[in-house]
T-cell receptor, first 116, second 114 residues
Framework: ETGVTQSPTHLIKTRGQQVTLRCSSQ?????VSWYQQALGQGPQFIFQ???????GRGNFPPRFSGLQFPNYSSELNVNALELDDSALYLC???????????????FGPGTRLTVL | AQTVTQSQPEMSVQEAETVTLSCTYD???????LFWYKQPPSRQMILVIR??????QNATENRFSVNFQKAAKSFSLKISDSQLGDAAMYFC???????????FGQGTELSVKP
């Protein structure tokens, strides 16, 4: 059983550019949640996807958008990057799999985004 | 609004001793789930322990246990026989519906002295 993976590990962009971050969910999980973690802070919820539909959104502007694919992997897209978008972006998956509950989110290693 | 508060930005413990990390939360919901996650310098958020609010029995995972006081909205983590590998940032979190968004505290940085 593979865990949650994210790519790329690190990314450097300039203000105004667009970025796509990717996440592969843990085997058997059908829900993916994205979080933004600024330096020295706890993660903040961006949005969640369940079976390819957005299933809840945090207080983030529309330039943060997402997608979930039939294999339950997911993308986070951020347009018109701002300096404050510099953060660690975490993906978490959850869902029914043998012996595990549906409510626990398992995290990937994160993508460190730096906006210059 | 649901909030999570960790009042200890930093804690330190001697190797092999016991340490308790504090967490309080605020919610009007009656059914929810509580978690402690560990984030080492490698950045990966690792689940330490979880507790369902409807269960009165405190959760235990090896050296990790919680003291869940529902009326006081308190959820502390006790680490027994601390090891050097326990050094990390610890986050308390909860969500109030199955599979919903996690709400995190600000974290407590734990250092373990040899």
């Amino acid at each position: 059983e593979t865990g949650v993976t994210q790519s790329p590990t690190h990314l450097i962009k300039t203000r105004g550019q667009q970025v796509t971050l990717r996440c592969s969910s843990q085997s058997g999980h059908n829900t993916v949640s994205w979080y933004q973690q600024a330096l020295g802070q706890g993660p903040q919820f961006i949005f969640q996807y369940y079976r390819e539909e957005e299933n809840g959104r945090g207080n983030f502007p529309p330039r943060f958008s997402g997608l979930q694919f039939p294999n339950y992997s997911s993308e986070l897209n951020v347009n018109a990057l701002e300096l404050d978008d510099s953060a660690l972006y975490l993906c978490a998956s959850s869902g029914k799999t043998s012996g595990l509950s549906t409510d626990t989110q398992y995290f990937g290693p994160g993508t460190r985004l730096t906006v210059l | 609004a649901q909030t999570v508060t960790q009042s200890q930005p930093e804690m330190s413990v001697q190797e092999a001793e016991t340490v308790t990390l504090s967490c309080t939360y605020d919610t009007s919901e009656s059914d929810y789930y509580l978690f402690w996650y560990k984030q080492p310098p490698s950045r990966q958020m690792i689940l330490v322990i979880r507790q369902e609010a409807y269960k009165q029995q405190n959760a235990t995972e090896n050296r990790f246990s919680v003291n869940f006081q529902k009326a006081a909205k308190s959820f502390s983590l006790k680490i027994s026989d601390s090891q050097l590998g326990d050094a990390a940032m610890y986050f308390c979190a909860f969500h109030y519906n199955q599979g919903g968004k996690l709400i995190f505290g600000q974290g407590t940085e734990l250092s373990v002295k040899p």
